[in-house]
Antibody, heavy 118, light 108 residues
Framework: QVQLVQSGAEVKKPGASVKVSCKAS????????IHWVRQAPGQGLEWMGWINPNSGGTNYAQKFQGRVTMTRDTSISTAYMELSRLRSDDTAVYFC???????????WGQGTLVTVSS | EIVLTQSPGTLSLSPGERATLSCRAS???????LAWYQQKPGQAPWLLIYGASSRATGIPVRFSGSGSGTEFTLTISRLEPEDFAMYYCQQYGGSPVTFGQGTKLEIK
């Protein structure tokens, strides 16, 4: 069965960086895009960008351009999202999610809470 | 970018009743590329509907989606206790993909 398993919760200071992983199993990793979506406490869902695991190509939401980097390691079927220059308003749960033949999200990771606090 | 506005913000109903949730887009959603998700506290969203009206795998028939252009609707025909949750619409017809702000379906 398809699974996306994310790394554990992180606490970071303002100005630091965080790198969250998303390990895929149960399907061909290189066949489906991986997206990152975040959700601030009590708020809605915000799309951050995607990575094509086959080519490594990426597309980032304009809001995060220059601060986010999405990468992958096909040898271990894992995608990564690194966010730099963290601010307090980056405190959120970060989800990875898979898309197939359209950019709707058919499988999601369990989420990773990133807390930014001094 | 396409802005999605969901209404109502909160919907209070009883089990067995019919729920109608609305999602309005600021411009036409190409090819009815609209999805609906359910999210419960502490969990990831769960895909219910894609392409405005296609049920995802394993989704009960009481969930249905309709609409086109700028107006979309999620209908739950007879509410079960497990249906009380947050619901989000998402468009993927334009770039970037965007989500509505959500409708909270609560027990009356």
């Amino acid at each position: 069965q398809v699974q996306l398993v994310q790394s554990g919760a992180e606490v970071k200071k303002p100005g630091a960086s965080v790198k969250v992983s998303c390990k895929a199993s149960g399907y061909t990793f290189t066949g489906f895009y991986i997206h990152w979506v975040r959700q601030a406490p009590g708020q809605g869902l915000e799309w951050m960008g995607w990575i094509n695991p086959n080519s490594g190509g990426t597309n980032y939401a304009q809001k995060f351009q220059g601060r986010v980097t999405m990468t992958r390691d096909t040898s271990i079927s894992t995608a990564y999202m690194e966010l730099s220059r963290l601010r307090s308003d980056d405190t959120a749960v970060y989800f990875c999610a898979r898309t197939s033949y359209g950019f709707f999200f058919d499988y999601w990771g369990q989420g990773t809470l990133v807390t930014v606090s001094s | 970018e396409i802005v999605l506005t969901q209404s109502p913000g909160t919907l209070s109903l009883s089990p067995g009743e019919r729920a109608t949730l609305s999602c309005r887009a600021s411009q036409s959603v190409s090819r009815s590329y609209l999805a609906w998700y359910q999210q419960k506290p502490g969990q990831a969203p769960w895909l219910l509907i894609y392409g405005a009206s296609s049920r995802a795998t394993g989704i009960p028939v009481r969930f249905s989606g309709s609409g086109s252009g700028t107006e979309f609707t999620l209908t739950i025909s007879r509410l079960e206790p497990e249906d009380f949750a947050m619901y989000y619409c998402q468009q993927y017809g334009g770039s970037p993909v965007t989500f509505g702000q959500g409708t909270k379906l609560e027990i009356k």
